[in-house]
T-cell receptor, first 112, second 111 residues
């Protein structure tokens, strides 16, 4: 089954403790991206990657890092999480067929 | 900067009613427009994608239209069902495969 997976689905952590949210897709898509969703602000893009070893900032990249060492994986790294990074995070990959974007199930992160 | 607005923010209708959700965007230089559905606590499911050269797309009871010049799209849902209850998001794709989302319309279909 074609899908985008994220782990963990839920995470509660404390300020300053480094964490990584993994994202993996099995559709051989070149383009992947990360979004955060907040009430009243909607979905905003954090980072995106056009291909392996090619990443770029989205609209709200501060406080985040990404890497793209292989096509299927695109982890989101928070080196020193802060409470304002409490949010619902989505990973997405872009299909070649009509440029349809496929979304993962989301990761709900709480930073205390 | 592209901005996407969805009206209404929330809508409650009785089962069986036909309804229209609206989406507007400020910059008409888009590659495509996509409608998504989001259920509480779940991810986004793509419903329909309209390329910039197209005027509409249909899937079952759903029909989406696009008027790029006026910066508008509508999602028409025919014969609504309680299972259609969800938040519907509109997103436009601009350069670099970037999506700009509206804040969504929360739809409730009452039995």
């Amino acid at each position: 089954e074609a899908q985008v997976t994220q782990n963990p689905r839920y995470l509660i952590t404390v300020t300053g403790k480094k964490l990584t949210v993994t994202c993996s897709q099995n559709m051989n898509h070149e383009y992947m991206s990360w979004y955060r969703q907040d009430p009243g602000l909607g979905l905003r893009q954090i980072y995106y990657s056009m291909n392996v070893e090619v990443t770029d900032k989205g609209d709200v990249p501060e406080g985040y890092k990404v890497s793209r060492k292989e096509k299927r994986n695109f982890p989101l790294i928070l080196e020193s999480p802060s409470p304002n990074q409490t949010s619902l995070y989505f990973c997405a990959s872009l299909g070649r067929h009509y440029n349809e974007q496929f979304f993962g199930p989301g990761t709900r992160l709480t930073v205390l | 900067k592209q901005e996407v607005t969805q009206i209404p923010a929330a809508l409650s209708v009785p089962e069986g009613e036909n309804l229209v959700l609206n989406c507007s965007f400020t910059d008409s230089a888009i590659y495509n427009l996509q409608w998504f559905r989001q259920d509480p606590g779940k991810g986004l499911t793509s419903l329909l994608l309209i390329q910039s050269s197209q005027r509409e797309q249909t899937s079952g009871r759903l029909n989406a239209s696009l008027d790029k010049s006026s910066g508008r799209s509508t999602l028409y849902i025919a014969a609504s069902q309680p299972g259609d209850s969800a938040t519907y998001l509109c997103a436009v794709e601009t350069s670099g495969s970037r999506l700009t989302f509206g804040e969504g319309t929360q739809l409730t279909v009452n039995p």
